[in-house]
């Protein structure tokens, strides 16, 4: 199978549209209109992109990406909701969904959005480690994941992502718009707190105590660095 997107919603003329215009960009498109049958898809198929609607029937988008993320943490999951309420955004990342897009969209935006969190499942990040000195924390490419203390961190791709572009400039500072750009690979339209979320989810990852971090340090106002002292 080539490039294949899950579309999941309620709304058949919004499944209708989007798998036409994805179709036209040359993805494979797979549907669902609740949340039990997306799961079915997504065990079926194994898509290479989920656009994942919150208000669904039988199960709601939260839980059909929480159960996702049990045992995947690779595929990219784009969450869509009507809502404007912030809670709902910030629970769509906190449980592992990659990006949200707020309805109505536009069919631009939303090509971008798929293209890009494609594009970065391609991407390889350099095969030598980041190790520290003593230990601790060393950064495995080949695994895609971070090792604290010998234990792994068990981090999302995009976690797992953004550590390792952070590291590779160490006590580089960058700010949220230059990490959306870089790791996200997309401008977010003004909203930055994905990048605020995702950096809290990573220390409570990799930090001892994520209140007091050690390794993902913040330059107040300007943005976040690795720190490798």
Not at 42 to 61: C, E, F, T
């Amino acid at each position: 199978m080539g490039r294949s997107v899950l579309i999941v919603d309620d709304e058949k003329n919004i499944v209708d549209i989007l798998g036409f215009n994805l179709e036209q960009e040359g993805f494979e498109v797979i549907s669902a209109y609740d949340g039990k049958t997306a799961i079915d898809m997504y065990l079926q198929h194994k898509p290479s992109l989920i656009l994942l609607d919150v208000m669904l029937p039988l199960i709601d988008g939260f839980e059909v990406c929480r159960r996702i993320r049990e045992s995947d943490k690779v595929t990219p999951i784009i969450m869509l909701t009507a809502r404007e309420e912030e809670t709902d955004k910030v629970l769509g990342l906190d449980i592992g969904a990659d990006d949200y897009i707020t309805k109505p969209f536009s069919l631009r935006e939303l090509e971008a959005r798929v293209k890009a969190n494609i594009r970065r499942m391609d991407i390889r990040v350099p095969e030598e480690s980041e190790e520290k000195p003593d230990g601790v924390l060393v950064i495995d490419s080949e695994r895609y994941d971070v090792f604290v203390g010998g234990k792994a961190a068990e981090l999302t791709q995009r976690e797992f992502e953004l550590i390792s572009f952070l590291a590779a400039s160490p006590s580089k500072v960058f700010s949220r718009e230059e990490l959306l750009q870089k790791v996200w690979l997309y401008d977010y339209f003004g909203d930055l707190r994905a990048v605020d979320v995702a950096i809290r989810r990573l220390r409570e990852k990799i930090e001892e105590d994520p209140s007091q971090p050690r390794y993902i340090m913040t330059k107040r106002g300007v943005g976040y660095y690795y720190n490798n002292e």
